[in-house]
C-alpha cells in the first residue's frame, strides 16, 4: 500500500514566538568541499581531519584522493592567485594527491552549550537546607545562577577547521554554486545517485541455490537493474551463519540449518542500484517459503524453494547501515603496491589513473618516484639478487615513477588481472584490454608493476610509503 503524503507543519519553539519572527531555511542541502592537501596525505592527516569533521557532526558524501584537474585547482585556490608561488602550487595539486571531501551539514546543525540563569527564591530554599547567617542590609543582594542548557547555531565547516588548526592542511569552499560546478566535474554520478537513492547491499545465497541456481539467479539480478560489484563464493564460520539465520533461531530445525550452511559454499554479492536494500528484500521475500506463497508468490523464495529447509534460500541486509556493515566484513579492504614505469607517458599515465578508478581501487597514497638502486630495492627487493636485476634497475633510472598504494577488496589479485601477463606480447593475445597490451613496450618497459601477494605487498607498501621515505 503506498503511504499516504501529509503537509509537513513547521513546529514553532515557544521561545520563537516569544522574541519574535521565526526564519525558515530551505530542505536544500548545501555542500561544502574541502582539499586536504598533498602533504598532509602523505602523512596521512587527512584521517585524523576526516575523523574531527564527522565527529563534530558533518557527514562526508564523498570522499576521493585524486589528483585535481587543471582548472578546478585554478579556480578553487583562487585566493591565492595573486601569491608569487602560485604557478608553482598549481604544479604540486596537479601532480600530487589531494583528499577530495564533498560534505553536507548533518541533521545536528545545533550544538548544546550550558549558560547559566538564575535561581527563584524557591529553588534556592530547597538547595539550602543549612542555617546561614543573615547578610547584611546594606549590602547589595547577591544572584546565584544555575547552569541551564541552551541551543547555539554550530561553527560553518571554515570556522570549525580554524578552530581545529586544521586549515594550514585543508581548505574549503562553502560557495554553492562553485561547490556545485566542482561536483560536476570531480564527481559527475553525485547528483543522479543522492536524488535516486543509489545504495549498497550485501546479498546471499544459501548453498543449495549457489551449486544448482547461481547463473539463473545472476541473470535476474541483472534484468532487475542491480549492477554486481563484489561477489565470491564462501563457507560461513558458525557466527556468520546464526547472523544470517537468526530469524530462524526459534524454529526446530535451527541447528540443522546452521551446521548446513557451515559445510557449503554460500554466494555472497555487494549489489548497486536504486533503493538497493528494499528492493533486493521485495525481490528475495519473507523469511519461510509458506509466507512467500501466501504473499509473494512471484518471489525469489518461491521460485527457487528448496526441500531441504522450509526457509527462504536468499539473505539480504536489513537497512542501508546495516549493509555497509555487512560488506565490509564479507569483502574487507586490502591493500597492493602498484607502480608506473618511467617510460610511460603522461597522457598514458593519466589514462592508467583513470582506469585504476573506474575499476574501484582507492588511490591510498601515491608519490613520483626516482628509482635509485637503493629506492628500486625496496620495490623489488624479492628479485636483487637475480641475474637480470640490473637491467630492471636501468629501465628505473630513466626517469620519474609513479609509486602507489591501492586499496579495495582483493586489491593484490585485482591489480595483478588488470596489469595481465609480464611480457606485453602475451598480453595482447591473451589479455588485449590489460594495461601492459595497452602501454607495454617490452618485458621489462611493461608500463606496471605490482606486488605478487599480500605479504610482498605490506613489506613493499611499508618500505617505500613510512615517514622517513616522505621526502624521498
Known sequence: MARPQYVEIPLVDSLDEEYGEVHYESNVEVYNMAVINPDAVLMRKNLEIKEKITKEGFIIE?????LLPEEVAREFYNHMIDEPDFEEFVYSMTNRLSCVLIISQGEDTEVIEEEALPQSDDEEEEEE??????????????????????KKKRDSLQEYMDRQHMSDYCHVEDD??????????????FKTMKSTNVQRTLGLLYPEVCEEEKDNVLDIIQNEGFTILMQRQVVLSEEEARAVCHVHEDEDYFDNLIGYMCSNNSYILVLMREHSVERWKELIGPKTVEEAYASHPDSLCVRFASGNFPVNQFYGSSSKAAAETEIEHFFPPQSTLALIKPHVSHKERMEILKA???ARFELTQMKEMHLTPEHASKVYFKITGKDFYKNVLDVLSSGMSVVMILTKWNAVGEWRRMMGPVDPEE??????????ARYGIDVLRNAVHGAS???EAATAISNVFTESNFEN
Open 62 to 66: 564523498i570522499q576521493e584522493n585524486m
Open 129 to 150: 537546607e543549612e542555617v546561614v547567617e543573615e547578610p547584611d542590609p546594606l549590602e547589595e543582594p547577591h544572584v546565584r545562577f544555575a547552569p541551564m542548557l541552551v
Open 176 to 189: 554553492a554554486v562553485k561547490v556545485s560546478k566542482f561536483i560536476d566535474i570531480l564527481f559527475p554520478d
Open 356 to 358: 585504476i578508478r573506474d
Open 427 to 436: 598480453a595482447k593475445l591473451l589479455s588485449p584490454n590489460s594495461l601492459r
Open 453 to 455: 601477494n599480500m605479504s
